[in-house]
């Protein structure tokens, strides 16, 4: 069964800070990788995904994940980040054809001003 | 709009009781799915649905039941059964299609006393 792990569960920046959310997945055959935002009180949205071609994908708000394939990962990273981004952040993979998505632990950010 | 609903936000029952979550979505997605979400440990899938009347167990099935009679609706119900009910719990619904993200609901936030 495929998995996720997502290393980092709590992480506390300041504002204009460099973020990167690291994200490793355990299938070895063609993935599709997600990162998806949890804002307080709101409900999971999609912040990105990779399918296929370019592995530097850019998404909402300024973030970007990169696929690097020999390392099963696809870690997220915005250069400066904002108190608006505080958030609670999964990675999601889906593999071998499958398209129900599995979630790692989540990694809950706070952003100070 | 198109998306996903869930209700109640909130829902209050008393140990030994079973409860049914609703999830109605308008989306026209094949695909349902429930997650329990707890605190660090991020998104576990329950149930999902591929097609109407079809429905397979995810990773912590125990304790739970679900239907799928229409497209749009796929309720869960909590019973008995399940030691540990009090948790958030979120539908989602997706096309069919590997990579294609799946769309998520505001969640139900139930808790058994």
């Known amino acids: ?14 504002e204009a800070a460099s973020l990167e959310l690291g994200c490793n997945y355990s299938y070895g055959g063609t993935v599709n990788l997600f990162w998806y935002v949890q ?10 995904k990779y399918f296929s071609g370019d592995p530097l994908v850019k998404g909402i708000k300024g973030f970007e994940a990169e696929f690097i394939k020999s390392k099963f990962s696809f870690n997220l990273r915005k250069p400066s980040v904002q108190w608006s981004d505080t958030a609670e952040y999964f990675c999601a993979v889906m593999s071998g054809g499958s398209y129900i998505p599995t979630f790692g632990r989540g990694t809950s950010l706070i952003v100070h001003p | ?22 999830c109605e979505q308008n989306l026209n997605h094949d695909a349902m799915y429930w997650y329990r979400q707890d605190p660090g440990q991020g998104l576990r899938l329950i149930y999902y649905s591929q097609i ?14 679900v239907s799928r009679e229409k497209k749009e609706s796929f309720p869960l119900t909590v019973t008995s ?15 069919r299609t590997f990579g294609t993200e799946a769309f998520f609901g505001q969640g139900t936030r139930l808790t058994v006393v």
């Open chain 1, 1 to 14: 069964a495929q998995s996720v792990s997502q290393h980092n569960h709590h992480v506390i920046l300041s």
């Open chain 2, 81 to 95: 059964a399940q030691k540990n009910p009090t948790a958030f719990y979120l539908c989602a619904s997706s096309p």
């Open chain 1, 39 to 48: 804002y307080p009180g709101q409900h999971l949205q999609l912040l990105l």
């Open chain 2, 1 to 22: 709009d198109g998306g996903i609903t869930q209700s109640p936000k909130y829902l209050f029952r008393k140990e030994g009781q079973n409860v049914t979550l609703s």
């Open chain 2, 52 to 65: 109407v009347n079809d429905f397979q167990k995810g990773d912590i099935a125990e304790g739970y039941s």
